[in-house]
């Protein structure tokens, strides 16, 4: 049994999927030990890793000092079993769109409501409708609304998986930085990402640029 150390959230807790996913495919047995403060996110955390089914996850509410996972190559375009969305009955051919990403008290980690507009009408231009996803849990006062027929609005109605099977099956993907651009990139999705402060731009330049993923990042946009 090999034992890691991990901790963050949910764009994390999909990294190190990427990262363990060459050792259980050869058949490792391993253990991840994550640490993170925030209980709520434990269960779509373990769901996350779900997508290695061999792997066993045992969560922390304080840091521990096992090795870290990061310390593994990544895997930058793995093969994995995500959910089956026919359900939803999505066109052909669709752009995905994610406005939201971290906790809900981020404000900071969205896209303006006018720049989202501004994305829905371009890709409208092009005929393409546009797929929204993201959290159920988002305040009333700061979700993003739009009137635009163009839109989808799957927020809060598919499971992870399925949202992750919906970035894989989109044309493009554009989203503010975090676990859902994450799996798009990882999927060969042309995508443009969004950034806020410093603290994005350097998890863009770790998780991204450094990676076979910036061949597929189309723009990184700071706002």
Request: aromatic fraction near 12%.
């Amino acid at each position: 049994m090999i034992e890691y150390g991990a901790e963050g959230t949910l764009g994390d807790a999909y990294m190190f999927v990427c990262r363990l996913y060459r050792s259980v495919k050869e058949g490792a047995k391993i253990t991840i030990h994550h640490y993170t403060r925030h209980r709520f996110w434990w269960p779509k955390i373990e769901n996350i890793y779900g997508l290695l089914p061999s792997l066993t996850v045992k969560f922390h509410d304080k840091p521990n000092g096992w090795k870290g996972v990061e310390r593994l190559e990544i895997t930058p375009f793995p093969e994995l079993p995500f959910a089956d969305p026919s359900r939803h009955n999505l066109p052909k051919e669709y752009v995905g769109l994610t406005v939201k990403t971290g906790r809900h008290s981020q404000k900071k980690r969205s896209i303006k409501p006018f720049i989202a507009e501004w994305i829905i009408e371009d890709y409208e231009d092009y005929g393409l409708p546009v797929v929204l996803l993201g959290d159920e849990l988002e305040a009333a006062g700061d979700r993003f609304e739009t009137k635009n027929k163009n839109v989808i609005d799957l927020r809060g109605k598919t499971t992870l998986w399925e949202a992750f099977a919906i970035c894989r099956d989109a044309k493009e993907f554009v989203g503010f930085q975090g676990m859902l651009s994450f799996v798009a990139l990882s999927q060969k999705v042309p995508t443009t990402v969004y950034v806020a402060h410093e603290t994005d731009r350097h998890a863009v330049q770790t998780n991204i640029m450094s990676t076979e993923w910036k061949n597929y990042c189309v723009e990184v946009v700071q706002i």
